[in-house]
């Protein structure tokens, strides 16, 4: 059977970085939340006490914070990144094949033939340069936007969401 469409994306460690980005906004919105309303009780206890000491452990305490959930999200993509050219040798590539009922991920990291059913996806996710596929079972797929086959950007949107039934989509 001939596949809808295809499209092949590079698990690099730019992809993979940005891939997590995307799948962690709520996070990156609650941690924005949580420094910007510190920052505001920070100025509160200021003017109210003129403690500078406090001022500077707390602004400290949220760079920390910041600096934290940044380098962990770097540094997992580029354990996963790192791990891949250590097994394969190369930066794998994986080819999507999307067809009316399911969609098949193929490339060197999957030994064996999988196939997901639109209905397993839990999550999508866009971001500048890619589209991000979360299914059950913390299965992450990765589709580059530049290189769809007989799809436009907005094609593929709409069949996402068409088919993608129980998904969040947040395109």
Partial sequence: MEPLFTNTC?????????AMFALNKRKR???SL??????????YNYIIWYD?????????????????????????AKVIADRCILLYHEV???TVRFFDDRLEPVSIMSKEELSFEYTQIIRVEKSKRLYVLFF?????????KSKFDNIT????????????VNAKVLL
């Fill in 10 to 18: 590079a698990y690099s460690k730019k992809n993979l970085q940005e």
């Fill in 52 to 76: 500078y000491l406090f001022i500077i452990m707390a602004f400290g305490l949220l760079a920390l914070l910041l600096f934290k959930y940044v380098y962990q999200i770097m540094n997992k």
């Fill in 34 to 43: 949580f420094c910007l309303f510190s920052i505001a009780g920070c100025i």
């Fill in 136 to 144: 059950n079972g913390k299965v992450m797929i990765i589709l580059d």
């Fill in 29 to 31: 919105i609650l941690i």
């Fill in 92 to 94: 794998p590539i994986q």
């Fill in 153 to 164: 950007l907005e094609e593929f949107e709409r069949f996402i969401r068409e088919k993608a």
